[in-house]
């Protein structure tokens, strides 16, 4: 249960970080002299709150926040050793816990856990390794692949409804649509979409 807790725990310090970056918490204090003091972070232990059916959480590979404070995380399911960590989650199941929580995990102000997708669907190739996640200012989540194989970007309504892809598995990656609200941009690195 260590694992899980040092997971939760480094996803909660990150949720601060955003959190504080985006202004959603108290602000700088005003010292005498017109100092201006750095404000003070506390990690949440029980933020977010325990996953259901036994869930545990990869690699996380991204973490965004939407307009209505609402966190995204998504990670890699497959970064878990299946014989010691995931024996609910094999084939054959081995044990009684635990299983990888699907890949992407939203998360409401509270730390409860609101919504779960993705991993591969129907009419999209996901990606071997998602390395990240962003949300437009339509509430739009984008996912990306790591590079190599992965060039590719998808694009998803928040309850993970699959909107569009672009790129393939192989191929290099495109360019980004027209500027605007909903702009995606490809890194020309070879083979590597974000």
Known sequence: MSLVRSAMAGIAGAALAVAGSRG??????QGGGGTVQAPRFEVDPFWPRPLPNHW?????????IDGRDHVFVIHLTDSFTARTETGAGTITPAGECCAPAPNVLEFDPDGRLVNSWGGPGQGYDWPLQNAGIAIDPSGNVWIGGIGGTDTRVLKFTRDGKFIAQYGRAGQPAP???VAGQDTAYADQSPGRAQ
């Not at 545990?56 to 965004?64: E, F, H």
């Open 24 to 29: 959603l918490l108290a602000g700088a204090v």
């Open 56 to 64: 545990l959480l990869g690699s996380a590979t991204g973490l965004a």
């Open 175 to 177: 360019a980004a649509p």
